[in-house]
Structure formats: structure tokens, C-alpha cells
């Protein structure tokens, strides 16, 4: 099977080095076996994102010399038009009896006595799964508006990652019932990326080992739905001195700042080093690490960076 990848960022704002790292390698996992490169907007809060940040990511990609096959900013290709999709989905999830209505506030959901990952985030107690019909009515007349959970079973699963190695989870200890569509209406990430790249054909995902967590439940949303789980390959986040993760918020490392201070040789060529893809610290193209390129050269921890 020819490979399909895909770079898939969330147009909130201007991207910055670690974003950049993802989509370099996503792109030369791709190029260097003669695979398919898909760009996909992943907008679904109307209230974080917008066309006018999509556009600008789709030119940051064409300055650092990162094309793709498929995809862009056109509709099709942005989750916010993708509804329909991911609401046959959750029909599909809906007739198989595995989702629910929760009508839990954030309080709710952090005072609740759940156990939490070793991450430190909650793993939801499931209360609202062992409501009553009367109960459930009470609180849509007091004007609760539930958001949608799919019910997990009592099973193990396991991930075999590309670079990183098998990653295992018992899915009610370490995931619990999730969220797929918000309260707001908004369909969460979980659902909208299993439909997107199960529907899209893509079989290679590259992302920051941030999300190795999700990975778990959307294998198995992929074998509930019927859909083949792509192969994962989680890259190491790129840190601060401190140790801090790069966010959005770190402007002398974004895309606004590096474009009036460097060249795209540069930038890659950077990349590229602290990938451990270029020995030494020197301007490159994109296109010359294909040849060069080997999930084994990659690092497997976090990668201290700073200004090029």
C-alpha cells in the first residue's frame, strides 16, 4: 500500500519551530518512500481559528519548501465543513449504543473522584452514563445542554508506534469515556480525526508525542467504526531551556519572527540538526534531507531549542 501522510495544524495562530519540526518530518516520511502528502485545517472552534490563519500557514509551508499532493485551505479539506461526516459517525456510534449524554460543568468534572493518567489530566468517572431517563430530563428542563460521550469498553490496546515503540493503555483506567461532540455543538478532535484520515486514506500520522496519549482510544474509535488505524509516529516536542514546551505564545520562535531574521535554508537547516538528521548546523533544502532521512536518527526525548 502506497503511503498517505498528512500535516494537520490548527489554524489558531502563527506556527512556530515545533510545528514546524512536525511537519518537516511528516513531509520526508512521506518523500522518502514516494508517498502522497496531504495539508488538512484542522478549524473546528470557530472561536480559536479562522481562514485568514489557514492561509498563512499554507504560505509559511511554501516559504520553508514543504509542498503537498492534496488538500489546502479549500473546504474540503477543513474540518468546519466536515460536519456531515462526523455526524454519520456518531449516528453509526449512537446505534450501536455507545453514546451518552453528559451534562457535567468543567467544575463538575474536576471535583469528580476519578483517577487521573500519570499525566495529570482527569479521566472521567462515567456518572452521567448511569443517569436516568428522569434525571436526564430534569436537568434538560433546568437548561443544561449535554455535550456527547462514547462509552469505552473494559479493554486493552495497544499501539505499535513507528518510532517511539509499543504504547499500551487499558482504556477505562487511562482514557475513559470521551467527549465527541461539545456542548457548544462543536465535534471534538477525537471524532473528527479518526473520520478525517480514515476517510482521506491516510496511513501514515506524524505528530508530537503530546498526543501519543489520544492514540490508544482513536485506534480503537478506528476498529469501532470499521476504519483501518494508520501507523503512528510520535517525534519528541521541542523545549525551552527551561524545559518548557514551545507554544504559540513563544513569538521570537514563531513564523513572524524567523521569516525577518532567516532564510528557509536556515530554518531547515536548523530542523534538520536538532532532528539529527544533518551532523553539523548548516542551511539545507528540504528536498536534500530526503535521501538522509531515517526514523532512527530522530531522537526519542524532548529537544532543547532556541533561536537559530
Known amino acids: 500500500?502506497?503511503?498517505?501522510?498528512?500535516?494537520?495544524?490548527?489554524?489558531?495562530?502563527r506556527m512556530h519551530l515545533g510545528n514546524l519540526l512536525s511537519a518537516l518530518l511528516a513531509w520526508l516520511d512521506v518523500r522518502s518512500q514516494g508517498g502522497v502528502m496531504a495539508l488538512r485545517m484542522e478549524d473546528l472552534d470557530p472561536q480559536r481559528t479562522s481562514l485568514e490563519r489557514a492561509d498563512q500557514i499554507a504560505d509559511d509551508l511554501r516559504w520553508l519548501g514543504l509542498d503537498w499532493d492534496e488538500g489546502g485551505v479549500e473546504p474540503a479539506w477543513c474540518q468546519s465543513s466536515r460536519g456531515a461526516y462526523y455526524q454519520a459517525a456518531f449516528e453509526k456510534l449512537q446505534d450501536m449504543g455507545l453514546v451518552y449524554p453528559c451534562y457535567c460543568s468543567r467544575a463538575e468534572r474536576l471535583a469528580a473522584n476519578a483517577p487521573h493518567r500519570a499525566d495529570g489530566s482527569m479521566v472521567?468517572?462515567?456518572?452521567?452514563?448511569?443517569?436516568?431517563?428522569?434525571?436526564?430530563?430534569?436537568?434538560?428542563?433546568?437548561?443544561?445542554?449535554?455535550?456527547?460521550?462514547?462509552?469505552?469498553?473494559?479493554?486493552?490496546?495497544?499501539?505499535?508506534?513507528?518510532?517511539?515503540?509499543?504504547?499500551?493503555?487499558?482504556?477505562?483506567?487511562?482514557?475513559?469515556?470521551?467527549?465527541?461532540?461539545?456542548?457548544?455543538?462543536?465535534?471534538?478532535?477525537?471524532?473528527?480525526?479518526?473520520?478525517?484520515?480514515?476517510?482521506?486514506?491516510?496511513?501514515?500520522v506524524v505528530r508530537g508525542?503530546?498526543?501519543?496519549?489520544?492514540?490508544?482510544?482513536?485506534?480503537?474509535?478506528h476498529r469501532v467504526?470499521?476504519?483501518?488505524?494508520?501507523?503512528?509516529?510520535?517525534?519528541?516536542?521541542?523545549?525551552?531551556?527551561?524545559?518548557?514546551?514551545?507554544?504559540?505564545?513563544?513569538?521570537?520562535?514563531?513564523?513572524?519572527?524567523?521569516?525577518?531574521?532567516?532564510?528557509?535554508?536556515?530554518?531547515?537547516?536548523?530542523?534538520?540538526?536538532?532532528?539529527?538528521?544533518?551532523?553539523?548546523?548548516?542551511?539545507?533544502?528540504p528536498a536534500q534531507l530526503i535521501s538522509r532521512f531515517s526514523w532512527a536518527k530522530v531522537p526519542k526525548t524532548e529537544i532543547v531549542a532556541g533561536v537559530p
Not at 3 to 9: D, E, L, M, Q, T
Not at 166 to 186: E, K, M
Request: proline share 8%; net charge neutral; hydrophobic share 35%.
Open 1 to 13: 500500500m502506497a503511503v498517505k501522510g498528512r500535516f494537520a495544524p490548527t489554524p489558531s495562530g
Open 225 to 285: 467504526l470499521g476504519y483501518q488505524p494508520p501507523q503512528f509516529f510520535h517525534l519528541p516536542l521541542l523545549v525551552d531551556g527551561q524545559g518548557r514546551r514551545l507554544s504559540k505564545r513563544d513569538r521570537d520562535l514563531d513564523l513572524s519572527a524567523l521569516r525577518a531574521q532567516y532564510s528557509p535554508r536556515e530554518v531547515t537547516g536548523y530542523l534538520a540538526w536538532l532532528a539529527g538528521l544533518n551532523p553539523e548546523r548548516k542551511s539545507v533544502e
Open 124 to 204: 472521567y468517572d462515567g456518572r452521567c452514563a448511569r443517569l436516568t431517563l428522569e434525571e436526564r430530563a430534569d436537568l434538560e428542563r433546568s437548561g443544561r445542554r449535554p455535550a456527547w460521550r462514547v462509552r469505552v469498553p473494559e479493554e486493552w490496546v495497544t499501539v505499535m508506534d513507528g518510532h517511539l515503540g509499543p504504547y499500551t493503555q487499558y482504556l477505562p483506567r487511562d482514557c475513559g469515556d470521551f467527549i465527541l461532540r461539545r456542548s457548544d455543538g462543536v465535534w471534538a478532535y477525537q471524532l473528527a480525526v479518526v473520520v478525517d484520515d480514515a476517510l482521506m486514506g491516510v496511513n501514515h
Open 209 to 221: 508525542d503530546d498526543l501519543l496519549p489520544s492514540a490508544p482510544r482513536q485506534v480503537w474509535l
